[in-house]
């Protein structure tokens, strides 16, 4: 179905001239504008979702930009091909393509297919007994064969996810410039200031559609990482692929390097970032605006940016001051807010009653504490009808001080403020635990082991079957392990955790934790987000996705005491959130791909990236 005029290392591929190709074709010739508008019209070679344009793998690789002529698209051959992550195949280039593509002699005679090469990666990564050699493997993986990466991480989603994101993705950040080999992701620096739009150019990809971004100050529970907090921005992305479809091309890894307060980085000779104290701010505020335009001029109004792993100081004001011009998410307050909101939604299938008969205690008032009480509070609402000034009562936070109550509200930040209510003060979390005998308690503080044996027996001896999240990440930040919680409390604790834990046998019957980490939510909030359009994140939206992954949880997870569906399932889990998410966008009037598609999971389905080879005969 194509011609193909060779180069010794270029190969340029004329297109057929079929019908709806001269369509697609004559679309290409097109400005950019009109282009656009036909794409979100839903013509046949748009993606679906915003950018790029069907190649002859059947991939939507090539950018307008790339599109120089309508009529030939070019691809590497030989040495260069097998380089270039994006295409390389490996041992899996068939006969005719080696001889096509100028690869003779450069391979091994053997050919593979992807699931025998599926099957010698997972036994060589189940070889290494450091977690940090299987990460390091995977990035390898990733570097030099795209596909089979994602291909690898969808089939071996529950195996590989603790590989390449929490927990391991905290050692290899705190890791990150001795393990560094080739530079992922794209680094904004105080030295890049005033030339942020150039840098940004740099990048190869030219039709992004989604941006994580930390400056590294709030690495998971492990504090200030500097630089090296670039491996959450990438492990994220891969989730956004792996998890929610979107194209590896059309995903932007960057972290904005303002230096570090990590007294221990700042003495290393190898710390790969700004050898600096953090610039604050305005300072600060001045690299982020700059960042925060450039983005929207060079990519425009919908590509979504993923603040990560900011400290609390900045994240809440960043996302404050940009929901109004940008599409930006938060995703230690918001995503983490639904994926927990969407476990409580769940858990009333195991505990009774609705979400307004519990009441809350968190250990932690940042990002994730505030976030997740916030949306409770507004979901409370929405089923109540009461105002959330309200519903908010029936929440109560400890932060480092105590309890939060309306004596310390002169002194708190402002984002812990509406959670002041009236009530002596109380110092620990035991105390504040006997006092207001909260039925679910939640850790969101990053410091690991603060739920004592006192405080999970007294949660158990105040409730049937009391629900304890220890969302804290990696591993060791973790509030309490599985095993704590369930011997602690006879048992009787539902139990979810932020990383992953083993299922625990006690007294007999095996108890299987949920995992309440935000890769359930973004992955398919951002899809949904895409495939729409849309150009502003609502609240609303957060409900609408906490409310899809909660109707995820059949009758057989519960059956097992699961207040989560199994990450086998994410890519339908997420198609549905996308789904969910996209239909509030399009009800709000703020998505802008026009028709609204008539079965919006089907379309999220459709619009996925999947990871299986392509064939360039
Ligand atoms: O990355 C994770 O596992 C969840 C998260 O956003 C965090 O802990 O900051
Ligand atoms: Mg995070």
Known sequence: MMWLNRHRHNINILLPPTKGLVQKLLAVTMSSTSLKEMRNGGEDYSNGHGGGVRDLYGEDCATEDQLITPWTFSVASGCSLLRDPRYNKGLAFTEGERDAHYLRGLLPPAVFNQELQEKRLMHNLRQYEVPLHRYMAMMDLQERNERLFYKLLIDNVEELLPVVYTPTVGEACQKYGSIFRRPQGLYISLKEKGKILEVLKNWPEKSIQVIVVTDGERILGLGDLGCQGMGIPVGKLSLYTALGGVRPSSCLPITIDVGTNNEKLLNDEFYIGLKQKRAAGQEYAELLEEFMRAVKQNYGEKVLVQFE???????????????????????????????????????????????????????????????????????????????????????????????????????????????????????????????????????????????????????????????????????????????????????????????????????????????????????????????SGAIRVRDEMLLAASEALAAQVSQENYDKGLIYPPFSNIRKISAHIAAKVATKAYDLGLASHLPRPKDLVKYAESCMYSPGYRSYR
């Open 309 to 531: 792993d900011f400290a609390n100081h900045n994240a809440f004001d960043l996302l404050e001051k940009y929901s109004s011009s940008h599409l930006v998410f938060n995703d230690d307050i918001q995503g983490t807010a639904s994926v927990v909101l969407a476990g409580l939604l769940a858990s009333l299938k195991l505990v009774g009653g609705t979400l307004a008969d519990h009441t809350f205690l968190f250990l932690g008032a940042g990002e994730a504490g505030t976030g997740i009480a916030e949306l409770i509070a507004l979901e409370i609402s929405k089923q109540t009808k009461a105002p959330v000034e309200k519903t908010r009562k029936k929440i109560w936070l400890v932060d480092s001080k105590g309890l939060i109550v309306s004596s310390r509200l002169e002194s708190l930040q402002h984002f812990k403020k509406p959670w002041a209510h009236e009530h002596e003060p109380v110092k620990t979390l035991l105390d504040a635990v006997k006092a207001i005998k909260p039925t679910v308690l939640i850790g969101s503080s990053g410091a690991g082991k603060t739920f004592t044996k006192e405080v999970v027996e007294t949660m158990a001896s105040l409730n049937e079957k009391p629900l304890i999240l220890a969302l804290s990440n990696p591993t060791s930040q973790s509030e309490c392990t599985a095993e704590e919680a369930y011997t602690w409390s006879k048992g009787k604790a539902i139990f979810a955790s932020g990383s992953p834990f083993d299922p625990v046998e006690y007294e007999g019957k095996v108890f299987v934790p949920g995992q309440a980490n935000n890769a359930y939510i973004f992955p398919g909030f951002g899809l949904g987000l895409i495939i």
